[in-house]
Structures are given as C-alpha cells and as structure tokens.
C-alpha cells in the first residue's frame, strides 16, 4: 500500500511449493504494496525537486542519488521477508550483498562530497535503522513504532539527493523532517481507515474520536510549517505543500464508510505523496 510501511506489506504466512524469495513480491523488486517503496521514491523526487530548485545541478550527484534508490528498495523487500519462515535465508544473502552495495554507494558519495553534511547524514542512518529493528523486534512489524522509525530511516533519502544535487544549500536538514511529518501522518490515517472495516455504521462524532490521532499529526503539521513560513524560514509552498493531505485525512476520517476499499486508499495515498513531493521541494529549495 502506497504511503505505510507494514499495514499490508510483508510475505504471506505460508509459501507454495518452489517459491523463490520474489514470489511475495512479483518480480522480486519489493513485497507486494510494501509502502517502502512508494515512500522512498517519494522522499528521492523531494530533494531532487529541492536541489534543482535550489540552483542545483549535478547530474552525476542525481545518478548516485538512482542508484542508491534502486537498491534501496529490494534491500527493504529483503529486510521485510528475513522473518519469513521458508524465505528467511535467501532474504538474509539478499540484504546483505544489497546492504554492501548501498555501503559502496555512500563511499562514492563521500568522494564526491559535500563530506560534512554526508557524514552527519550517515551517522542518523544507522541509528534510525537500530531503532526500527529494536521496535520491530519488540512490538512487531506492524507496530506504530516500527513504522515511524522506519519513515524516518527512508526520510534521509530527501536530503541525501538534495546534498548530491546541489550540494550543502540553505534548508537542506527540512527535507528530511518534511518527508517524516507528511509521511508518517499517513500511519495513524490508514490505521484508523483499515480499523472501520471491523465496525458498523458510526455517527460523525464517533468517527472524529476515532480519527483524533491522524487529525493531531495534521494539525501540527500545518502549524509546524506555517510558522515557519511566517518566521521567513521556508517559502509559503512548502506549507501548502501539506494542505492536500490535511484535506484528504478530514474528509477521509469524517466521510461515513464502513468497509473502504484497501487499494483505493492506497492510490489516493501515492496521488497525494507525489503532490506534497514536488510542493514540499519547490518550497523548500526556493528563497524564502
């Protein structure tokens, strides 16, 4: 599903004969609606939007930025089936010869700089990665914590094209607090959505108390944002950028449906995603 890591993704709980480790996934790119994917790219076309606009061009910085992306996504379908009962080994070789690669990725970028910020960089990556696997270890895939630590972890792949394309400009650290506030308000919205299948008719009242968790996260991603705008930090696109999913979460949550159709929320999550992308990035990079 477009927009969450673990609300539908994953391997399913037994395996047919002679399945391979991409039999979950289809071609063995990632697992079948693994919001991973749709979030990364997401996240890879706001610093590139960002870094352009920010009088960015480094092109060989951007295909470092592809490449990284491209073996982004099957190291998290790896990850994603290492706790799959018959997969788990072949899901196993499969991160780590993924993993070395994004390791020589990093190298590359190092060398080509800016250093600084790319060292900073890459001393959050690991630890947003420990605590993901703690929180996913401890309370399970699909837990709240582990689906937040693990948007924070894909996040860095905003200001990582950005630093590649442009190099260390202005707001280039928002990037990554941007991506995590639009797509981690994704989580307590699709959470609420899915959780309406197992319930009856509701009156509006019931469904606001219900919906409160993803209405808050709106809400202070709103006022983050504005304040900002209005303290001359970021340009007023990067707060409209999160006006689209605001709205999509009130109407959403308000709207009565009892059994919302699982792929639909999924599209319109990836539609609003690539909208707040190249918002957030025009409004980031552009002069406040």
């Known amino acids: 599903m477009g927009g969450v890591p673990g609300v539908s993704a994953g391997a399913p709980a037994t395996a047919?004969?002679?399945e391979r480790l991409?039999?979950?996934g289809g071609p063995g790119f990632a697992p079948r609606e693994?919001?991973?994917?749709f979030m990364s790219a997401h996240a890879l076309l706001l610093g590139l939007v960002a870094g352009i606009a920010a009088g960015g061009r480094g092109w060989a910085g951007l295909a470092l930025a592809l490449v990284a992306e491209g073996l982004f996504l099957p190291f998290t379908g790896a990850v994603s089936l290492m706790t799959h009962p018959r997969l788990a080994a072949a899901a196993r070789r499969r991160a780590v010869a993924l993993g070395a690669g994004l390791v020589l990725v990093g190298v590359l970028a190092l060398a080509r700089g800016p250093r600084g910020p790319l060292v900073a960089l890459g001393g959050v990556g690991p630890t947003a990665g420990a605590i993901y696997w703690l929180a996913r270890t401890r309370a399970g895939a699909r837990s709240v914590p582990a689906q937040l630590a693990a948007i924070a972890g894909i996040s860095l792949l905003a200001?990582?094209?950005?630093?590649?394309?442009a190099g260390s400009t202005p707001r280039w650290p928002l990037s990554a607090a941007w991506s995590f506030l639009a797509f981690g308000g994704a989580v307590p919205?699709?959470?609420e959505r899915v959780r309406?299948?197992?319930l009856g008719p509701?009156?509006?009242?019931?469904?606001?108390?219900g919906g409160a968790p993803a209405l808050a996260w709106q809400a202070v991603c709103l006022l983050g944002a504005g304040a900002a705008s209005l303290a001359g930090l970021v340009h007023p696109l990067a707060v409209?950028?999160?006006a689209p999913g605001s709205a999509k979460t009130l109407l959403g949550i308000a709207r009565a449906e009892r059994r919302p159709e699982l792929r639909r929320i999924g599209y319109l999550e990836t539609a609003i995603s690539t909208l707040f992308a190249a918002l957030a990035g025009l409004g980031l990079g552009l002069p406040a």
């Not at 693994?34 to 994917?37: F, P």
């Not at 200001?159 to 394309?165: A, E, G, Q």
């Not at 509701?202 to 108390?209: D, N, P």
Request: charged fraction near 25%; hydrophobic fraction near 40%.
């Open 16 to 18: 047919g004969r002679g």
């Open 22 to 24: 991409s039999a979950p």
């Open 34 to 37: 693994h919001g991973a994917s």
């Open 159 to 165: 200001p990582f094209t950005w630093l590649l394309v």
């Open 189 to 191: 919205y699709v959470r």
């Open 196 to 198: 309406r299948r197992r």
């Open 202 to 209: 509701t009156s509006l009242g019931e469904r606001l108390r």
């Open 240 to 242: 409209l950028a999160f």
